[in-house]
């Protein structure tokens, strides 16, 4: 069978007929991630009695994932003879790099620490005005 869709050289030729050795984008890679995790300030809910002080937080936000594109770095790209790094590979490459760390980053125990520090400094910022109240977080 002849391909007959227009060609812009031999790598498109090889690229369209998916000949394994020559087409297949494999690499490793190593990146930067930044994943934040914790709560909307403005949705902290506040109770002040004579006996105490009563915060409430609200639920943690899902984490929010950000890969760096500059640290990206490639390994072992030149896998395939014919083996392109076009800006869609590199958006592939940053899905691939946020699903990785969905899937491997320790998100339970980043909120956990998140938030005992939020208890610890609502606690540091409030102890000057508990008046002999006690100080509640929940």
Known sequence: IRDRSPSRG??????RQNIPFLTKKTF???YHADVKVGFDLSAVEIEISDSAITITLPPMNEPEITIDPESIKFYNKDAAIFNWTTKEDAVEAIKAATADVNENADIASLKEQSDSQARTLLASLLKDYLDGRNLIIN
């Open 28 to 30: 490793f890679m190593t």
């Open 10 to 15: 031999l790598g498109d030729v090889y690229k």
